[in-house]
């Protein structure tokens, strides 16, 4: 399977030290997982005892109405800004050339 994997990673443009340095951690990391016990001494957190927001946008004068609203419900409130500066400044990618595309890797 590491074969297969390799030849198809190395078909498609990735350099060889991404591969094997890939491969490499991922095994070790399945070693390492199926030696170590899991342990059951610290318990994942009941969705019961997570805390709920509301998330509001905040506008000045009404917004301090919810919080008190909140604070009776024992809920916490988050405000959401809503001019944002995205709408003006925009980032614009510089295309490279074709030749420049070798050993990139995208991450998604």
């Given at each position: 399977?590491?074969?297969?994997?390799?030849?198809?990673?190395?078909?498609?443009?990735?350099?060889?030290?991404?591969?094997?340095?890939?491969?490499?951690?991922?095994?070790?990391?399945?070693?390492?997982?199926?030696?170590?016990?899991?342990?059951?001494?610290?318990?994942l957190p009941s969705p019961s005892s997570t805390q709920a927001f509301f998330v509001?946008?905040?506008?000045?004068?009404?917004?301090?109405?919810?919080?008190?609203?909140?604070?009776?419900?024992n809920k916490s409130l988050a405000h959401v800004v809503l001019n944002k500066l995205?709408?003006?400044?925009?980032?614009?990618?510089?295309?490279?050339?074709?030749?420049?595309?070798?050993?990139?890797?995208?991450?998604?």
């Open positions: 399977n590491i074969s297969i994997i390799s030849e198809i990673l190395s078909s498609n443009g990735y350099p060889a030290n991404f591969i094997f340095n890939t491969i490499t951690s991922r095994v070790k990391r399945l070693i390492h997982n199926q030696s170590v016990p899991p342990s059951t001494s610290s318990p509001i946008p905040y506008i000045k004068g009404v917004s301090e109405h919810f919080r008190d609203i909140a604070c009776k419900l995205n709408c003006f400044i925009k980032t614009h990618k510089d295309s490279l050339p074709l030749d420049c595309h070798t050993n990139v890797v995208y991450k998604m």
